[in-house]
């Protein structure tokens, strides 16, 4: 994209993002499938140890940093959008087991995938200096609605 910017003077921006959660979100991603599955009292496999971390961020605030970026951003620059929620997989399980009222002997230690890497991380310093934006959402706010919808819906 930033090439065909520079060859055809495209009024583009770019924006990158951290792991998103929220309503919504397809099954097969870590939040709704572990909420799934302990809805339904299934092993909750963990790849690893579970000390794989991400950063988390909600999708509606996801959603407001590109609505700004399109309206307020800079052409042809690139913002980075983070929840500055860094989380590792084994404790995100641990807040959805404790929400849901379910055992931590649901937890499956499984092997991890080759190459999986260990930590996502991202700097969204420009977007919040340059566009002053912020999350709403906290974590902690954040994957209790998050669940909560989740039940709500199954």
Excluded at 20 to 49: C, R, T, V, W
Excluded at 111 to 117: A, E, K, S
């Amino acid at each position: 994209v930033k090439s065909y910017y520079r060859t055809y003077n495209l009024p583009i921006t770019i924006s990158r993002c951290s792991n998103n959660y929220g309503p919504y979100q397809h099954f097969e991603k870590l939040i709704p499938s572990m909420i799934y599955k302990a809805i339904n009292n299934d092993e909750l496999p963990i790849y690893g140890n579970g000390c794989n971390i991400r950063d988390w961020l909600h999708v509606y605030d996801h959603c407001t940093a590109i609505d700004l970026i399109i309206h307020e951003g800079k052409i042809g620059e690139i913002y980075n959008i983070g929840g500055n929620n860094e989380k590792s997989n084994i404790d995100i399980v641990k807040i959805i087991i404790k929400e849901l009222g379910k055992s931590e002997k649901l937890i499956k230690y499984v092997n991890d995938r080759p190459g999986h890497d260990l930590r996502y991380a991202i700097d969204s310093t420009k977007i919040k200096t340059t566009l002053n934006w912020k999350p709403v959402y906290s974590f902690e706010n954040g994957i209790i609605d998050t669940i909560r919808w989740y039940t709500k819906i199954l």
